[in-house]
Protein backbone atom coordinates (compact mmCIF):
# COMPACT_ATOMS: atom_id res chain seq x y z
CA UNK A 1 0.00 0.00 0.00
CA UNK A 2 1.12 3.76 -1.16
CA UNK A 3 2.41 5.94 2.27
CA UNK A 4 0.19 8.71 2.45
CA UNK A 5 2.64 12.11 1.83
CA UNK A 6 2.25 14.42 4.69
CA UNK A 7 4.96 17.36 4.14
CA UNK A 8 6.82 17.79 0.58
CA UNK A 9 10.38 19.91 0.52
CA UNK A 10 10.00 22.31 -2.60
CA UNK A 11 13.05 23.40 -3.58
CA UNK A 12 13.90 27.16 -5.74
CA UNK A 13 17.41 28.34 -4.81
CA UNK A 14 17.72 30.94 -7.43
CA UNK A 15 14.46 32.71 -7.20
CA UNK A 16 12.06 33.06 -4.06
CA UNK A 17 8.47 31.87 -4.36
CA UNK A 18 7.52 35.62 -2.39
CA UNK A 19 9.30 37.57 -6.00
CA UNK A 20 6.80 39.58 -8.28
CA UNK A 21 7.17 37.35 -11.40
CA UNK A 22 7.32 39.14 -14.62
CA UNK A 23 10.96 40.47 -13.85
CA UNK A 24 14.66 39.50 -13.24
CA UNK A 25 14.83 35.70 -12.50
CA UNK A 26 10.91 35.08 -11.07
CA UNK A 27 8.54 33.90 -13.71
CA UNK A 28 6.66 31.34 -14.31
CA UNK A 29 8.39 28.86 -12.45
CA UNK A 30 7.35 31.17 -9.23
CA UNK A 31 4.04 31.34 -10.10
CA UNK A 32 3.93 27.27 -10.75
CA UNK A 33 5.23 26.55 -6.94
CA UNK A 34 3.23 29.01 -5.19
CA UNK A 35 0.10 27.88 -6.97
CA UNK A 36 1.03 24.36 -6.65
CA UNK A 37 2.16 24.61 -3.04
CA UNK A 38 -1.22 26.60 -2.25
CA UNK A 39 -3.49 23.94 -3.66
CA UNK A 40 -1.12 20.83 -2.47
CA UNK A 41 -1.30 22.49 1.43
CA UNK A 42 -5.43 23.08 0.78
CA UNK A 43 -5.49 19.00 0.10
CA UNK A 44 -3.50 18.30 3.49
CA UNK A 45 0.23 18.25 2.13
CA UNK A 46 2.53 20.65 3.76
CA UNK A 47 4.96 22.12 1.96
CA UNK A 48 8.23 23.89 3.32
CA UNK A 49 9.77 25.79 0.18
CA UNK A 50 13.59 26.29 0.90
CA UNK A 51 15.17 29.53 -1.22
CA UNK A 52 18.59 31.47 -0.95
CA UNK A 53 17.97 34.79 1.58
CA UNK A 54 18.78 37.56 -0.91
CA UNK A 55 18.61 40.11 2.10
CA UNK A 56 19.77 40.46 5.91
CA UNK A 57 16.03 41.65 6.46
CA UNK A 58 14.33 38.13 5.34
CA UNK A 59 13.03 36.19 8.60
CA UNK A 60 14.52 32.77 8.17
CA UNK A 61 10.95 31.18 7.93
CA UNK A 62 7.90 33.06 6.59
CA UNK A 63 4.62 31.51 5.68
CA UNK A 64 2.61 32.20 2.43
CA UNK A 65 -0.57 30.83 2.87
CA UNK A 66 -1.83 28.39 5.56
CA UNK A 67 0.31 25.09 5.45
CA UNK A 68 3.07 27.12 3.36
CA UNK A 69 6.48 27.84 4.70
CA UNK A 70 9.40 29.86 2.46
CA UNK A 71 12.22 28.76 4.13
CA UNK A 72 15.40 31.46 3.48
CA UNK A 73 18.56 29.61 3.23
CA UNK A 74 21.75 31.72 3.91
CA UNK A 75 24.17 30.78 1.22
CA UNK A 76 26.76 33.59 -0.19
CA UNK A 77 26.13 37.24 -0.16
CA UNK A 78 22.78 38.81 1.35
CA UNK A 79 21.77 39.99 -2.33
CA UNK A 80 20.74 38.92 -5.32
CA UNK A 81 22.98 36.73 -7.64
CA UNK A 82 23.38 36.14 -11.28
CA UNK A 83 22.53 32.68 -11.87
CA UNK A 84 25.95 32.05 -13.07
CA UNK A 85 27.86 33.11 -9.61
CA UNK A 86 24.93 30.56 -7.76
CA UNK A 87 26.93 27.26 -8.60
CA UNK A 88 29.60 28.27 -5.88
CA UNK A 89 27.02 28.63 -3.37
CA UNK A 90 25.46 25.63 -3.56
CA UNK A 91 27.44 23.45 -0.78
CA UNK A 92 26.57 26.13 1.71
CA UNK A 93 22.71 26.44 0.42
CA UNK A 94 22.84 22.41 0.34
CA UNK A 95 24.05 21.89 4.08
CA UNK A 96 21.77 24.74 5.32
CA UNK A 97 18.56 22.58 3.78
CA UNK A 98 19.89 19.77 5.68
CA UNK A 99 20.59 21.70 9.04
CA UNK A 100 17.31 22.71 8.56
CA UNK A 101 15.74 18.91 8.66
CA UNK A 102 18.07 18.23 10.86
CA UNK A 103 16.37 20.32 13.63
CA UNK A 104 12.83 18.05 12.62
CA UNK A 105 12.36 14.66 13.80
CA UNK A 106 13.73 12.15 11.10
CA UNK A 107 11.38 11.74 8.32
CA UNK A 108 9.90 15.07 8.61
CA UNK A 109 9.99 14.99 4.81
CA UNK A 110 8.02 11.93 2.49
CA UNK A 111 9.55 13.73 -0.81
CA UNK A 112 11.79 16.30 -2.54
CA UNK A 113 10.27 18.48 -5.39
CA UNK A 114 13.05 20.36 -6.94
CA UNK A 115 13.05 23.04 -9.59
CA UNK A 116 15.52 24.49 -12.28
CA UNK A 117 19.22 22.56 -11.96
CA UNK A 118 20.43 24.50 -9.43
CA UNK A 119 18.02 23.33 -6.69
CA UNK A 120 18.46 19.62 -8.48
CA UNK A 121 22.12 19.90 -6.92
CA UNK A 122 20.96 20.04 -3.30
CA UNK A 123 18.11 17.79 -3.97
CA UNK A 124 20.46 15.11 -4.82
CA UNK A 125 22.59 15.35 -1.94
CA UNK A 126 19.56 15.60 0.19
CA UNK A 127 17.75 12.55 -1.42
CA UNK A 128 20.55 10.38 -0.08
CA UNK A 129 20.60 11.63 3.08
CA UNK A 130 16.85 11.61 3.78
CA UNK A 131 16.36 8.64 2.14
CA UNK A 132 13.07 10.27 0.36
CA UNK A 133 11.98 10.51 -3.76
CA UNK A 134 13.54 13.17 -5.58
CA UNK A 135 11.07 14.73 -8.13
CA UNK A 136 12.17 17.17 -10.10
CA UNK A 137 11.36 19.65 -12.54
CA UNK A 138 13.44 20.93 -14.77
CA UNK A 139 11.89 24.13 -16.56
CA UNK A 140 14.34 24.93 -19.33
CA UNK A 141 17.05 23.01 -20.14
CA UNK A 142 20.32 24.11 -21.93
CA UNK A 143 20.45 22.13 -24.19
CA UNK A 144 17.39 22.99 -25.78
CA UNK A 145 17.81 26.88 -25.05
CA UNK A 146 21.06 26.43 -26.85
CA UNK A 147 19.94 25.63 -30.11
CA UNK A 148 17.57 28.42 -29.76
CA UNK A 149 19.54 31.39 -28.88
CA UNK A 150 18.16 34.68 -29.83
CA UNK A 151 20.85 37.14 -31.47
CA UNK A 152 23.76 38.25 -29.54
CA UNK A 153 22.36 35.82 -26.37
CA UNK A 154 24.76 33.94 -24.41
CA UNK A 155 24.78 30.24 -24.52
CA UNK A 156 24.18 27.94 -21.12
CA UNK A 157 27.43 27.20 -19.96
CA UNK A 158 28.80 23.76 -20.17
CA UNK A 159 28.49 23.53 -16.07
CA UNK A 160 24.56 23.85 -16.75
CA UNK A 161 24.77 20.78 -18.75
CA UNK A 162 26.76 18.79 -16.67
CA UNK A 163 24.37 19.88 -13.67
CA UNK A 164 21.21 18.91 -15.71
CA UNK A 165 22.81 15.67 -16.28
CA UNK A 166 23.65 14.52 -13.03
CA UNK A 167 19.67 15.85 -11.50
CA UNK A 168 18.50 13.71 -14.63
CA UNK A 169 20.21 10.59 -13.92
CA UNK A 170 19.45 11.11 -10.16
CA UNK A 171 15.82 11.88 -9.90
CA UNK A 172 13.48 9.26 -8.93
CA UNK A 173 10.83 10.84 -11.29
CA UNK A 174 11.25 14.10 -13.72
CA UNK A 175 8.35 16.02 -14.43
CA UNK A 176 7.67 17.57 -17.92
CA UNK A 177 5.38 20.01 -18.91
CA UNK A 178 4.68 18.71 -21.83
CA UNK A 179 5.10 15.92 -24.17
CA UNK A 180 7.55 17.50 -26.38
CA UNK A 181 10.00 18.33 -23.31
CA UNK A 182 9.45 14.52 -22.34
CA UNK A 183 10.83 13.51 -25.72
CA UNK A 184 13.85 16.02 -25.00
CA UNK A 185 14.48 14.53 -21.26
CA UNK A 186 14.91 11.27 -23.11
CA UNK A 187 16.54 11.67 -26.25
CA UNK A 188 18.75 14.49 -25.03
CA UNK A 189 19.41 14.05 -21.96
CA UNK A 190 19.34 10.15 -21.54
CA UNK A 191 16.63 10.43 -19.12
CA UNK A 192 14.91 6.75 -18.48
CA UNK A 193 11.08 7.30 -19.82
CA UNK A 194 9.48 5.30 -17.12
CA UNK A 195 10.81 8.18 -14.86
CA UNK A 196 9.50 11.07 -17.09
CA UNK A 197 5.94 12.24 -15.92
CA UNK A 198 4.20 14.74 -18.15
CA UNK A 199 2.16 17.25 -15.97
CA UNK A 200 1.12 20.49 -17.41
CA UNK A 201 1.15 23.75 -15.61
CA UNK A 202 -2.06 25.73 -15.01
CA UNK A 203 -3.72 28.82 -14.54
CA UNK A 204 -5.42 30.39 -11.86
CA UNK A 205 -9.05 30.13 -13.72
CA UNK A 206 -10.65 32.59 -10.89
CA UNK A 207 -8.65 35.58 -11.46
CA UNK A 208 -8.16 34.91 -15.58
CA UNK A 209 -11.58 35.52 -16.90
CA UNK A 210 -13.26 37.13 -19.22
CA UNK A 211 -14.52 40.26 -18.85
CA UNK A 212 -17.93 39.48 -20.51
CA UNK A 213 -20.19 36.73 -19.37
CA UNK A 214 -21.07 35.59 -22.71
CA UNK A 215 -17.18 35.00 -23.80
CA UNK A 216 -17.05 33.11 -20.49
CA UNK A 217 -20.13 30.79 -21.18
CA UNK A 218 -18.22 30.72 -25.18
CA UNK A 219 -21.34 32.17 -26.24
CA UNK A 220 -20.13 35.74 -27.12
CA UNK A 221 -20.28 36.97 -30.62
CA UNK A 222 -18.70 39.96 -30.50
CA UNK A 223 -15.17 41.10 -29.59
CA UNK A 224 -15.89 41.95 -25.56
CA UNK A 225 -12.65 44.57 -25.41
CA UNK A 226 -14.50 47.35 -24.31
CA UNK A 227 -15.39 47.22 -20.61
CA UNK A 228 -14.19 48.51 -17.94
CA UNK A 229 -11.02 46.77 -17.99
CA UNK A 230 -9.83 49.22 -20.86
CA UNK A 231 -11.21 52.14 -18.66
CA UNK A 232 -9.48 50.72 -15.46
CA UNK A 233 -6.31 50.87 -17.48
CA UNK A 234 -6.92 54.28 -19.42
CA UNK A 235 -7.21 52.36 -22.82
CA UNK A 236 -9.73 54.10 -25.55
CA UNK A 237 -12.46 51.64 -26.72
CA UNK A 238 -11.67 52.42 -30.20
CA UNK A 239 -7.80 51.35 -29.29
CA UNK A 240 -6.50 48.03 -31.22
CA UNK A 241 -4.18 46.91 -28.88
CA UNK A 242 -1.49 44.90 -28.80
CA UNK A 243 0.01 42.75 -25.62
CA UNK A 244 3.36 40.97 -24.52
CA UNK A 245 3.48 40.32 -20.97
CA UNK A 246 6.50 38.92 -19.33
CA UNK A 247 10.30 39.22 -18.92
CA UNK A 248 12.26 41.14 -21.17
CA UNK A 249 14.99 39.39 -22.49
CA UNK A 250 16.18 38.54 -26.44
CA UNK A 251 14.97 35.38 -25.46
CA UNK A 252 11.10 36.48 -25.02
CA UNK A 253 11.43 38.64 -28.67
CA UNK A 254 9.72 41.28 -27.37
CA UNK A 255 11.71 43.21 -30.06
CA UNK A 256 9.50 41.17 -32.83
CA UNK A 257 6.27 42.57 -31.18
CA UNK A 258 7.65 46.01 -31.68
CA UNK A 259 9.35 45.82 -35.42
CA UNK A 260 5.84 44.10 -36.37
CA UNK A 261 3.75 47.21 -34.99
CA UNK A 262 6.44 49.17 -36.97
CA UNK A 263 5.49 47.34 -40.09
CA UNK A 264 1.83 47.40 -39.85
CA UNK A 265 1.89 51.43 -39.35
CA UNK A 266 4.27 51.66 -42.67
CA UNK A 267 2.11 49.93 -44.32
CA UNK A 268 -1.53 51.79 -42.41
CA UNK A 269 -0.42 55.11 -41.48
CA UNK A 270 -4.21 55.28 -40.46
CA UNK A 271 -4.06 52.88 -37.92
CA UNK A 272 -1.71 55.12 -36.19
CA UNK A 273 -4.01 57.20 -33.78
CA UNK A 274 -5.83 53.66 -32.45
CA UNK A 275 -2.67 51.32 -32.24
CA UNK A 276 -1.17 50.58 -28.80
CA UNK A 277 1.35 48.16 -28.06
CA UNK A 278 0.89 47.26 -24.13
CA UNK A 279 4.70 45.76 -22.82
CA UNK A 280 4.15 44.71 -19.08
CA UNK A 281 7.27 43.49 -17.33
CA UNK A 282 10.99 44.51 -16.33
CA UNK A 283 14.71 43.12 -17.31
CA UNK A 284 15.68 39.81 -16.85
CA UNK A 285 18.53 37.90 -18.04
CA UNK A 286 20.95 39.36 -20.58
CA UNK A 287 18.40 42.27 -20.93
CA UNK A 288 19.36 43.35 -17.28
CA UNK A 289 22.58 44.30 -19.33
CA UNK A 290 20.73 47.25 -21.04
CA UNK A 291 17.49 47.70 -19.19
CA UNK A 292 16.74 51.16 -21.01
CA UNK A 293 17.38 48.29 -24.52
CA UNK A 294 13.33 48.08 -25.49
CA UNK A 295 12.26 51.90 -25.32
CA UNK A 296 15.22 52.74 -27.15
CA UNK A 297 14.48 50.43 -29.88
CA UNK A 298 11.00 51.91 -30.26
CA UNK A 299 12.01 55.39 -30.24
CA UNK A 300 14.47 54.08 -33.43
CA UNK A 301 11.08 52.48 -34.67
CA UNK A 302 10.00 55.71 -34.92
CA UNK A 303 6.66 54.05 -32.71
CA UNK A 304 7.69 55.10 -28.99
CA UNK A 305 4.17 57.02 -28.87
CA UNK A 306 2.09 53.97 -29.39
CA UNK A 307 4.55 51.71 -27.12
CA UNK A 308 3.48 51.66 -23.13
CA UNK A 309 5.27 50.34 -20.72
CA UNK A 310 3.95 48.84 -17.63
CA UNK A 311 6.40 47.48 -14.63
CA UNK A 312 5.69 43.68 -13.23
CA UNK A 313 2.34 43.56 -12.38
CA UNK A 314 0.29 41.62 -9.75
CA UNK A 315 -2.21 38.56 -11.14
CA UNK A 316 -5.67 40.93 -10.72
CA UNK A 317 -3.84 43.76 -13.18
CA UNK A 318 -2.12 41.32 -15.08
CA UNK A 319 -6.05 39.89 -15.94
CA UNK A 320 -7.22 43.38 -16.79
CA UNK A 321 -4.34 43.81 -19.45
CA UNK A 322 -4.94 40.48 -21.24
CA UNK A 323 -9.03 41.14 -20.88
CA UNK A 324 -7.87 44.70 -22.36
CA UNK A 325 -6.06 43.28 -25.08
CA UNK A 326 -7.09 42.43 -28.83
CA UNK A 327 -4.36 40.31 -29.23
CA UNK A 328 -1.52 38.87 -26.77
CA UNK A 329 1.77 38.45 -28.81
CA UNK A 330 4.48 36.02 -27.33
CA UNK A 331 7.06 35.53 -30.26
CA UNK A 332 9.56 33.78 -27.47
CA UNK A 333 13.11 32.29 -29.38
CA UNK A 334 12.39 29.37 -26.56
CA UNK A 335 9.10 28.17 -24.19
CA UNK A 336 9.44 25.54 -22.00
CA UNK A 337 5.47 25.90 -21.55
CA UNK A 338 4.41 29.61 -21.57
CA UNK A 339 1.98 30.37 -18.78
CA UNK A 340 1.33 33.52 -20.68
CA UNK A 341 -0.69 32.68 -23.66
CA UNK A 342 -2.64 30.40 -21.07
CA UNK A 343 -3.54 33.17 -18.88
CA UNK A 344 -4.42 35.23 -22.05
CA UNK A 345 -6.66 33.12 -23.09
CA UNK A 346 -8.53 32.01 -19.93
CA UNK A 347 -9.30 36.14 -20.29
CA UNK A 348 -10.66 35.42 -23.81
CA UNK A 349 -7.66 37.22 -25.50
CA UNK A 350 -6.28 35.01 -28.28
CA UNK A 351 -2.96 34.12 -28.71
CA UNK A 352 -0.36 34.88 -31.78
CA UNK A 353 2.95 32.90 -30.81
CA UNK A 354 5.95 31.40 -32.16
CA UNK A 355 5.62 28.16 -32.82
CA UNK A 356 8.44 26.96 -30.99
CA UNK A 357 8.18 25.03 -27.37
CA UNK A 358 5.73 24.50 -25.43
CA UNK A 359 3.26 26.97 -27.09
CA UNK A 360 2.33 24.66 -29.15
CA UNK A 361 0.38 23.65 -26.74
CA UNK A 362 -0.88 26.10 -25.32
CA UNK A 363 -2.34 27.40 -28.24
CA UNK A 364 -4.09 25.78 -30.57
CA UNK A 365 -3.22 26.78 -33.93
CA UNK A 366 -6.35 28.17 -35.64
CA UNK A 367 -8.99 27.52 -32.60
CA UNK A 368 -7.96 29.60 -29.76
CA UNK A 369 -4.94 32.06 -31.70
CA UNK A 370 -1.97 31.29 -34.50
CA UNK A 371 1.34 29.86 -34.60
CA UNK A 372 4.05 31.45 -36.32
CA UNK A 373 6.74 29.71 -37.85
CA UNK A 374 10.04 31.84 -37.09
CA UNK A 375 10.31 35.29 -35.77
CA UNK A 376 10.23 37.48 -38.98
CA UNK A 377 8.43 40.83 -38.16
CA UNK A 378 6.60 40.70 -41.24
CA UNK A 379 5.05 37.20 -40.59
CA UNK A 380 3.46 38.87 -37.06
CA UNK A 381 2.61 41.71 -38.72
CA UNK A 382 0.55 39.66 -41.70
CA UNK A 383 -1.12 38.15 -39.12
CA UNK A 384 -1.88 40.94 -36.57
CA UNK A 385 -3.57 42.79 -39.24
CA UNK A 386 -5.52 40.13 -40.40
CA UNK A 387 -6.93 39.93 -37.23
CA UNK A 388 -7.67 43.03 -37.10
CA UNK A 389 -9.31 43.42 -40.69
CA UNK A 390 -11.42 39.91 -39.73
CA UNK A 391 -13.63 40.65 -36.50
CA UNK A 392 -15.59 37.32 -37.35
CA UNK A 393 -12.23 35.48 -37.16
CA UNK A 394 -10.87 37.15 -33.83
CA UNK A 395 -14.43 36.55 -32.46
CA UNK A 396 -14.04 32.93 -33.31
CA UNK A 397 -10.57 32.50 -31.91
CA UNK A 398 -11.65 34.36 -28.53
CA UNK A 399 -14.31 31.97 -28.08
CA UNK A 400 -11.49 28.89 -28.87
CA UNK A 401 -8.99 30.80 -26.53
CA UNK A 402 -11.50 30.33 -23.71
CA UNK A 403 -12.43 26.80 -24.45
CA UNK A 404 -8.65 26.11 -24.32
CA UNK A 405 -7.64 27.57 -21.50
CA UNK A 406 -10.34 25.58 -19.16
CA UNK A 407 -8.40 22.55 -19.85
CA UNK A 408 -5.23 24.15 -17.86
CA UNK A 409 -6.15 24.56 -14.17
CA UNK A 410 -3.87 24.41 -11.41
CA UNK A 411 -6.27 21.75 -9.58
CA UNK A 412 -5.83 19.12 -12.90
CA UNK A 413 -2.47 20.25 -12.57
CA UNK A 414 -2.03 19.39 -8.65
CA UNK A 415 -4.21 15.77 -9.25
CA UNK A 416 -1.46 14.84 -11.67
CA UNK A 417 1.25 15.87 -9.13
CA UNK A 418 0.29 13.77 -6.27
CA UNK A 419 -0.20 10.80 -8.99
CA UNK A 420 3.23 11.41 -9.47
CA UNK A 421 4.29 11.69 -6.42
CA UNK A 422 2.72 8.50 -5.15
CA UNK A 423 4.31 6.81 -7.24
CA UNK A 424 7.56 8.38 -6.86
CA UNK A 425 7.13 6.98 -3.42
CA UNK A 426 6.62 2.94 -4.56
CA UNK A 427 9.41 2.94 -7.13
CA UNK A 428 12.67 1.48 -6.39
CA UNK A 429 15.00 4.15 -5.45
CA UNK A 430 17.18 5.57 -8.26
CA UNK A 431 20.86 5.00 -7.29
CA UNK A 432 22.76 8.51 -7.45
CA UNK A 433 24.60 9.49 -10.68
CA UNK A 434 28.01 7.79 -11.34
CA UNK A 435 30.59 9.37 -9.75
CA UNK A 436 32.58 10.62 -12.75
CA UNK A 437 29.67 12.67 -13.56
CA UNK A 438 29.52 14.67 -10.01
CA UNK A 439 33.16 14.89 -10.19
CA UNK A 440 33.04 16.58 -13.43
CA UNK A 441 30.55 18.75 -12.26
CA UNK A 442 32.67 19.71 -8.98
CA UNK A 443 35.76 20.41 -11.50
CA UNK A 444 34.03 22.46 -13.77
CA UNK A 445 31.97 24.49 -11.01
CA UNK A 446 35.44 25.52 -8.81
CA UNK A 447 37.63 25.46 -12.49
N1 LIG B 1 3.90 37.67 -14.66
C1 LIG B 1 3.40 38.44 -13.63
N2 LIG B 1 3.51 39.79 -13.72
C2 LIG B 1 4.08 40.41 -14.80
C3 LIG B 1 4.59 39.62 -15.84
C4 LIG B 1 4.47 38.25 -15.75
O1 LIG B 1 2.85 37.93 -12.63
O2 LIG B 1 4.13 41.63 -14.82
C5 LIG B 1 3.74 36.21 -14.58
C6 LIG B 1 2.73 35.72 -15.61
O3 LIG B 1 1.43 35.88 -15.10
C7 LIG B 1 3.14 34.27 -15.80
C8 LIG B 1 4.63 34.27 -15.48
O4 LIG B 1 4.94 35.55 -14.92
O5 LIG B 1 2.44 33.44 -14.91
C9 LIG B 1 5.48 34.05 -16.70
O6 LIG B 1 5.42 32.71 -17.03
P1 LIG B 1 5.76 32.17 -18.50
O7 LIG B 1 5.60 30.70 -18.44
O8 LIG B 1 4.95 32.87 -19.53
O9 LIG B 1 7.28 32.57 -18.74
P2 LIG B 1 8.60 32.28 -17.86
O10 LIG B 1 8.77 33.42 -16.94
O11 LIG B 1 8.40 30.99 -17.15
O12 LIG B 1 9.70 32.22 -18.86
Avoid at 103 to 117: K, N
Avoid at 307 to 322: G, I, K, M
Avoid at 329 to 356: D, I, K, M, N, Y
Wanted: with cysteine; aromatic share 4%.
Amino acid sequence: MSRRINRVATVSVHTSPLDQPGTGDAGGMNVYIVEVAKRLAARGVEVDVFTRATSRDLPPVAELAPGVLVRHVVAGPFEELDKTELPRHLCGFTSGVLRAEASHEPGHYDLLHTHYWLSGQAGWAAKKRWGVPLVHSMHTMAKVKNAALADGDRPEPPERVLGEELVVSSSDQLIANTAEEARELVELYGADPKRVARVNPGVDLSVFRPESPLLARGTGLLPHRTGPARRRLGLPRDAYVLLFVGRIQPLKAPDVLLRAAARMLADDPSLRPRLVVAVVGGPSGSGRSRPEGLQALAAELGIADVVRFEPPSPQAVLADWYRAADVTVVPSHSESFGLVAVESQACGTPVVAARVGGLRTAVADGESGILVSGHDPADYAAVLRRLHAEPGLHARLARGAVRRAQGFGWDATVDRLLEVYTGAMSLPAVRLAPPTLTSRLTAEVTA
